[in-house]
């Protein structure tokens, strides 16, 4: 299996515009996560979904910041209107249950 | 509710020392503790888990952690510490749903 895998890698784009990251999940994981990890504020939960129904939303930081699952082998993050401090490295994940979670190799975003 | 502590915001030792990494947990039940690693620019890899059984559970690259109920402690250990260990180590307990990480300790090996 490919792993996680997310894109774009790497996003840079200015103040007030719409940002959609993009994550696919390993095949048969029932869970999907998405983190946000920055030096000030280390590793965040954002939202998780368990089979593809969004289940705790409580870290998304306000309604700028929508997530959608519309099958099990995609999701996407988006943020609109963007601002600069949404930079972040954005981390997709999944598992399968309770079990270990498997990191993408992140999205570094830079709100400009 | 569950959550995690690593006391520690950095460790360094020695290459060719033991090492430590402290963690200690709070969740109610039975307790499913994880230790990630990321390496500069990379997403969390899994280094091992504790579901249940055995206290002592060895992981990848030589790593392994020491379950504690009584003081509610999962610190990662390794007998003889290498430079390529030098990165951020997160410890997690899994919950019904989410996990919970702790803050990361970065463990730097001097040569």
């Known amino acids: 299996d490919a792993g996680v895998i997310q894109s774009p890698r790497h996003e840079v784009t200015e103040m007030g515009q719409e940002v959609t990251l993009r994550c696919k999940p390993i095949?048969?994981?029932?869970?999907l996560f998405w983190y946000r990890q920055t030096m000030m504020r280390g590793l965040e939960l954002l939202i998780y979904?368990?089979?593809?129904?969004?289940?705790?939303d409580s870290g998304m930081p306000e309604d700028r910041f929508s997530a959608k699952m519309p099958n099990a082998s995609f999701s996407t993050l988006k943020i609109q209107p963007s601002e600069p401090r949404d930079s972040a490295v954005y981390f997709c994940?999944?598992?399968?249950?309770?079990?270990?979670?498997?990191f993408g190799p992140g999205t570094r975003l830079t709100v400009l | 509710a569950q959550s995690v502590a690593q006391p520690e915001d950095q460790v360094n030792v020695a290459e060719g020392n033991p090492l430590t990494v402290k963690c200690t947990y709070s969740?109610?039940?039975?307790?499913?503790l994880f230790w990630y690693v990321q390496y500069p620019n990379r997403g969390l890899q899994f280094l091992l888990k504790y579901i249940t059984g055995d206290n002592l559970v060895k992981g990848s690259y030589g790593f392994e952690a020491e379950f504690n109920k009584s003081q509610t402690s999962f610190h990662l250990k390794k007998p003889s510490a290498l430079v390529s260990d030098s990165a951020l180590y997160f410890c997690a307990v899994r919950g019904p749903g989410k996990s919970t990480f702790g803050d990361g300790t970065t463990l730097t090996v001097k040569p």
């Open positions: 095949s048969g994981h029932d869970y």
């Open positions: 979904f368990n089979n593809n129904v969004p289940i705790d």
């Open positions: 969740v109610s039940g039975n307790p499913y």
């Open positions: 994940a999944s598992s399968i249950h309770t079990d270990t979670q498997y």
